[in-house]
């Protein structure tokens, strides 16, 4: 018979975790391919998931280049919540000449005895199990599979801003989609500064959705201007002499504008060039709608210590117009700095 692994989990997101375990287990397991399971909604896990097609989409990039890894979206038929066991039983039911084998974490494993139908599981079908934990004991009654690395909580970590856990091309979903975006924007700044940066993106998206600008691009450009912003010197010099060498030598209140789009563009995998330049020129401002957006946000939003009201009014009937108002302040205020650095 044909044996094909099943890989239940939220994936909320995938990464090479799951990637590299899955290549492991159609080896230990012998198998002939393994089937990615994303839950609707997991009866064991109150967090809030991306929507389902979002995590489908993402499995199906990460495991492209992989012929014996496949989707399986079994789990959108059987209802709101995810029960292993009614979706084993239907694939039984489908597909009587396979051998099925369940894999799961030993997270999972620990409170298998909560599992909906727990007993008659294990009658159906065989379970493999994979260590989240060096501490974590595996059950008599299920394989281990043994892997080289350990990728605790891995899942969380690229939502808190870890997202070399996961491949560029899921990196470049999440940002394209907006997914999780705010938690890893949050996870580069300070709280005060995402503070600033939340105002930043309340004004700015007013202003996109009043002038009719697009709306994701102005968000993303928004929410990561000041990404770079509380790098350290040392930081900062070294991504610069990489990217921007000669930009050493402008005054560093302007350097995290360039690091910021360099930070989108190779960690974040961004190719929007309007997004990029609203970054890169959010100090000094640049002549596009959607960077104008970003430069009038970021100088007159509400947390600023002076009153931008007129400007902010003035912004809402003439982007334009404001724009070289907000311009003129800041070119007043650019040269003091230059002064101080002379």
Known sequence: MKRVILFGGSFNPPHIGHLKLALNSLNFLNANEL??????????????????????????????????????RVESELGDISYTYNTVE????????IEFI?????DQALKFDQWYKYEELLNLIKFA???RSESDVIDHRFIEIFTDELFENASQKIREGHVHLTSPTVIRYMIENELYVEEIAASLMSSKRFDHTKS??????????????????????????????????QRSKD???????????????????????AYLKRVLHV?????????????EGFNDDVAKIVYIADKC???????????????????????????????QWLEREREKIG
């Open 35 to 72: 089937w990615f399971i994303p839950t609707l909604k997991s009866p064991l896990k109150d967090i809030e998931l991306a929507l389902f097609e979002h995590r489908c989409a993402m499995i199906e990039l990460l495991i492209k280049p992989y012929r014996k890894l496949k989707l399986s």
């Open 90 to 97: 239907l694939l039984l039911n489908r597909y009587k000449d």
């Open 102 to 106: 369940w894999l799961m974490g030993s």
């Open 129 to 131: 199990v994979y260590r």
């Open 200 to 233: 930043v993106c309340e004004l700015a998206l007013s202003l996109a959705s009043h002038h009719n600008v697009d709306i994701h691009q102005v968000y993303i450009a928004a929410l990561f201007h000041d990404c770079a912003k509380e790098w350290s010197t």
């Open 239 to 261: 991504w610069l002499k990489f990217v921007y060498p000669d930009y050493v030598n402008q005054p560093q209140a302007l350097w995290h504008q360039k690091l910021g789009a």
């Open 271 to 283: 190719r929007d060039k309007r997004i990029l330049n609203a970054i890169s020129h959010h100090v």
């Open 301 to 331: 939003e509400r947390t600023r210590k002076y009153d931008s009201c007129s400007l902010i009014n003035l912004a809402m009937l003439d982007l334009d117009r404001a724009y070289i108002e907000v311009k003129n302040a800041q070119v």
